[in-house]
């Protein structure tokens, strides 16, 4: 068998293993349980917000972004982002976009994300999206 075939079968089984999660009555309780986390946070009066768009966040409607998989089904508070749906499509769209994006370390492609995201939603012009090794070198 060859590496890429290794490789995308270890892909596949995070994939299939990520969804069951998804699915799973665990996942939305660890979604509740960081909703209260995040309440008893924030300062008396506070809410939640996207932090792409600064939109107030629902536990009902919108997502929690896994920033690292490395705990998954036992994630840490911080491992959580809350974010709407448009938000949470676009990161993952950048992510997804090109290998660059890709080898950076996840935390770091997140944070990076999360400033694109927060420019196109503030109305800021982005004319390119770094996706190349040197445009993202120039960027960080």
């Known amino acids: 068998m060859s590496p890429w075939a290794v490789r ?9 293993r990520y969804a069951g999660y998804m699915r799973s009555p665990a996942w939305y ?3 509740y349980q960081w909703a209260e986390e995040e309440a008893g946070l924030l300062p008396a009066g ?5 932090l792409g768009c600064r939109k107030p ?3 009902g409607r919108d997502d929690l972004h896994h920033v690292t998989y490395d705990r ?11 974010l709407c749906r448009g ?3 676009l990161i993952h769209d950048l992510l997804a976009s090109t290998r660059t994006w890709r080898k950076l370390p996840r935390i770091q ?3 990076l994300a999360l400033e694109f995201v927060r420019d196109e939603r503030e109305g800021k012009l982005i004319t390119k999206i770094p996706r190349g090794a040197a445009a993202l070198r120039d960027f960080l």
């Not at 995308?8 to 299939?16: K, L, M, P, T, V």
């Not at 998954?72 to 809350?82: C, Q, V, Y």
Request: proline share 3%; hydrophobic share 25%; with cysteine.
């Open 8 to 16: 995308s079968n270890g892909r596949e089984a995070h994939r299939q």
């Open 109 to 111: 492609a997140n944070n």
């Open 46 to 50: 506070g809410s939640i917000v996207c």
């Open 87 to 89: 938000c949470h499509t």
């Open 72 to 82: 998954l089904g036992a994630e840490e508070h911080e491992d959580l982002w809350p």
């Open 29 to 31: 309780r660890r979604r």
């Open 57 to 59: 966040w629902s536990l």
